[in-house]
């Protein structure tokens, strides 16, 4: 048995490195604003009103359904809850 190493889970479980680069941009952002959201103390109902979204969509952010979050929304959830996205590309390893 041969034994594989992976920079992340995502490489270990998506079929390609697109597809475990798109998962590991959504992880990254659901739990930063998962992560705010706690900091903040805020309710998931006072959530939904600041980030402009119904009360079960918050529940889905905090308990990680990442297959139901696009980037774009993702995004906008972050900018509505007055936070900055920055981007950092990097060559490949």
Not at 2 to 10: A, G
Not at 41 to 65: E, H
């Amino acid at each position: 048995m041969t034994e594989t190493n992976f920079d992340s889970v995502w490489d270990a479980i998506e079929d390609t490195p697109a597809e475990a680069a798109h998962m590991r941009v959504r992880s990254q952002l659901m739990m930063a604003l998962r992560d705010h959201i706690e900091r903040s103390g805020l309710s998931q109902s006072q959530a939904a009103k600041i980030l402009g979204v119904t009360q079960p969509r918050v529940s889905d952010l905090m308990r990680g359904k990442i297959d139901l979050f696009a980037i774009d929304s993702l995004v906008a959830m972050l900018a509505a809850a007055g936070l900055q996205v920055e981007l950092r590309v990097a060559a490949a390893a």
